[in-house]
């Protein structure tokens, strides 16, 4: 707004300068030249029409300006209406619990969380007394207990207070509701062995000036949290420290698929053994088939030829003919091995 009306100014301020000089040209010509009038005034209609157009455009632009303005008007009555309507809304303990819870949930999917896989919402504790709003699963079946908080009421006075006694009593009030929530979440046993938990606790502040004040001017407030194994995290601090449990989960997934592997290469180990000395067996009687192989077609066939040679030998010295039927010759199936002559068929 500020830019269009310095341009408003120059424009203006060029115009009037123009029409000085104009007119200053005009009356000397009138004293030089009267030849020249009508020159004069075609020069003058013109500026003259300039003029108008520069007029009109300041028009138009103080035409936009209000626009604007009124737009502007109309953004920041919707913007006062729907902060109010937030401000009504968060003044609700309750539904500032579930806002706290929302933005805790939109942390985990943010850093890949699943639910009931890596975390699980208002699971009783093992003695049946506290449900914790989150519990974030660990590796080695551990658990991790949160809660969300937003001890809101005192911390909007605080921030909408001027003066400094007014500043101090609700900084104090804002204080000791962070204490007293703390102080719940001790009493809840979220920490508990026989629940297989760890030994601290979470408190998540869904807001991050909300928690840097805290930090600030808190200090002992954070120091008796701790003593009491209370971990107080804001969203950004929420993010980082579930990465570093994200990370963990990984490395646990890794060193037991590596241990799984590992089991199953020492079974493959003692299979492969009894494969080998199975194959070394089976082997070894190939081994001592093809010997004995090797020693029928070899040695006891030829110890059996040689009689069978002598017997041929003898009769062919004494006249005796091979065969005695010259029929079982045409008798004798072609592909028996051993030449057995057919055998007789029915008859009928």
Same mark, same amino acid.
């Given at each position: 707004?500020?830019?269009?009306?310095?341009?408003?100014?120059?424009?203006?301020?060029?115009?009037?300068?123009?029409?000085?000089?104009?007119?200053f040209?005009?009356?000397?010509?009138?004293?030089?030249?009267k030849?020249?009038?009508?020159?004069?005034?075609?020069?003058?209609?013109?500026?003259?029409?300039?003029?108008?157009?520069?007029?009109?455009?300041?028009?138009?632009?103080?035409?936009?300006?209000?626009?604007?303005?009124?737009?502007?008007?109309? *953004?920041?009555?919707?913007?006062?209406?729907?902060?109010?309507?937030?401000?009504n809304?968060?003044?609700?303990?309750q539904?500032?619990?579930?806002?706290?819870?929302?933005?805790?949930? #939109?942390? =985990?999917?943010? +850093? &890949?969380?699943v639910?009931?896989? @890596? /975390?699980?919402?208002?699971?009783?504790?093992i #003695?049946?007394?506290?449900?914790?709003?989150?519990?974030?699963?660990?590796?080695?079946?551990?658990?991790?207990n949160?809660?969300?908080?937003?001890?809101?009421?005192?911390? *909007?006075?605080?921030?909408?207070? @001027?003066?400094?006694?007014?500043?101090?009593?609700?900084?104090?009030? =804002?204080?000791?509701?962070?204490?007293?929530?703390?102080?719940?979440v001790? &009493?809840?046993?979220?920490?508990?062995?026989? !629940?297989?938990?760890?030994?601290?606790?979470?408190?998540?502040?869904?807001?991050?000036?909300? /928690?840097?004040? $805290?930090q600030?001017?808190?200090?002992t407030?954070?120091?008796?949290?701790?003593? @009491?194994?209370?971990?107080?995290?804001?969203? $950004?601090?929420? =993010?980082?420290?579930?990465?570093?449990?994200?990370?963990?989960?990984?490395?646990?997934?890794?060193?037991?698929?590596? @241990?799984?592997?590992?089991?199953?290469?020492? +079974?493959?180990?003692?299979?492969?053994?009894?494969?080998?000395?199975?194959? #070394?067996?089976?082997?070894?009687?190939?081994?001592?088939?093809?010997?004995?192989?090797?020693?029928?077609?070899?040695?006891?066939?030829?110890?059996?030829?040689?009689?069978?040679?002598?017997?041929?030998?003898?009769?062919?010295?004494? &006249?005796?003919?091979?065969?005695? !039927?010259?029929?079982?010759?045409?008798?004798?199936?072609? !592909?028996?091995?051993? &030449?057995?002559?057919?055998?007789?068929?029915?008859? !009928?």
């Open positions: 707004m500020t830019a269009v009306v310095i341009v408003i100014g120059i424009v203006a301020f060029l115009s009037t300068t123009l029409a000085i000089i104009l007119t040209r005009s009356i000397n010509s009138r004293e030089s030249d030849g020249e009038e009508n020159s004069l005034g075609h020069q003058v209609g013109e500026i003259r029409h300039g003029i108008d157009r520069v007029n009109e455009a300041i028009q138009h632009l103080n035409v936009d300006r209000a626009k604007q303005s009124e737009r502007l008007e109309t *953004m920041l009555t919707s913007l006062n209406s729907s902060s109010s309507a937030l401000q809304i968060l003044a609700n303990t539904v500032r619990g579930q806002w706290g819870e929302r933005m805790a949930e #939109d942390v =985990f999917r943010l +850093i &890949g969380f639910e009931t896989v @890596n /975390y699980t919402k208002q699971t009783t504790t #003695d049946g007394g506290s449900r914790p709003d989150f519990t974030i699963l660990m590796p080695e079946d551990k658990k991790l949160m809660d969300a908080k937003f001890p809101l009421t005192n911390y *909007m006075k605080l921030v909408e207070a @001027n003066a400094e006694p007014e500043i101090q009593e609700h900084k104090r009030a =804002f204080l000791k509701d962070v204490r007293d929530r703390t102080r719940e001790v &009493g809840r046993n979220y920490i508990s062995p026989e !629940d297989n938990t760890l030994d601290y606790v979470l408190v998540f502040i869904p807001n991050e000036p909300m /928690y840097h004040y $805290i600030q001017h808190g200090a407030l954070v120091e008796e949290a701790l003593r @009491n194994r209370v971990v107080l995290c804001s969203p $950004i601090s929420l =993010f980082a420290i579930l990465s570093v449990i994200r990370h963990a989960l990984d490395n646990f997934a890794i060193e037991r698929a590596a @241990n799984e592997i590992l089991s199953e290469l020492s +079974i493959f180990d003692q299979q492969w053994g009894r494969f080998t000395s199975q194959m #070394d067996l089976v082997n070894k009687r190939f081994e001592m088939a093809q010997k004995g192989f090797e020693n029928l077609s070899g040695t006891r066939r030829r110890a059996l030829e040689r009689p069978l040679n002598r017997i041929q030998s003898i009769r062919q010295q004494r &006249g005796i003919p091979a065969t005695l !039927d010259s029929s079982l010759d045409e008798e004798v199936e072609p !592909d028996h091995p051993w &030449g057995l002559p057919k055998p007789p068929e029915n008859e !009928d």
